[in-house]
C-alpha cells in the first residue's frame, strides 16, 4: 500500500489549500475501512482533522469548526481535502491515512493509542504552513 500527499504550501492567514491523496494498493469500501487526514506540529502529537467513516460520512474535529471539506474521487480512490480560511494554527505536516479492514472504532480518533490502533497505513505527510 502506498499513500501519495500533494497540495500541501505556504498560504497567508484567510487562504486555501487544496490536498490530495492518491492511494495504490488500497480501496475505500464502504462498510469495509475508513480514509482520513491528520496533521502534526512540530513539537505536538499527531491529530485527526477528517476522516472517512465506514457509512462513507464525513467527520471532522472540532477544531475545522465549517472549514475543511474532505471528499473522494470513487473513480480512481483520490482522497481529498479542501482547506479554507486556514490561520497559523494549522501549520503542520498533513498525512493521509487508510485504516485496516474491518475494524470497529471511530474513525477519527482522539488519541495516539485510537490512531494507532485504527490506521495502519501512511503516507509521508505534505507540509501546510499559514503565516499571519
Known amino acids: 500500500v502506498q499513500l501519495v500527499e500533494s497540495g500541501g504550501g505556504s498560504v497567508q492567514s484567510g487562504g486555501s489549500l487544496k490536498l490530495s491523496c492518491r492511494p495504490s494498493?488500497?480501496?475505500?469500501?464502504?462498510?469495509?475501512?475508513?480514509m482520513g487526514w491528520f496533521r502534526q506540529a512540530p513539537g505536538k502529537e499527531r491529530e485527526g482533522v477528517a476522516a472517512i467513516e465506514r457509512d462513507g460520512k464525513p467527520v471532522y474535529a472540532d477544531f475545522v469548526k465549517g472549514r475543511f471539506t474532505i471528499s473522494r474521487d470513487s473513480a480512481d480512490n483520490t482522497l481529498y481535502l479542501q482547506m479554507s480560511n486556514l490561520n497559523p494554527e494549522g501549520t503542520a505536516m498533513y498525512y493521509c491515512?487508510?485504516?485496516?479492514?474491518?475494524?470497529?472504532?471511530?474513525?477519527?480518533?482522539?488519541?495516539?493509542?485510537?490512531?494507532?490502533?485504527?490506521?495502519?497505513?501512511w503516507g509521508r505527510g505534505t507540509q501546510v504552513t499559514v503565516s499571519s
Open positions: 491515512a487508510a485504516s485496516k479492514d474491518y475494524g470497529v472504532g471511530f474513525c477519527l480518533p482522539r488519541s495516539r493509542e485510537g490512531i494507532s490502533y485504527e490506521y495502519n497505513h
Open positions: 494498493g488500497y480501496t475505500y469500501i464502504r462498510g469495509k475501512n475508513c
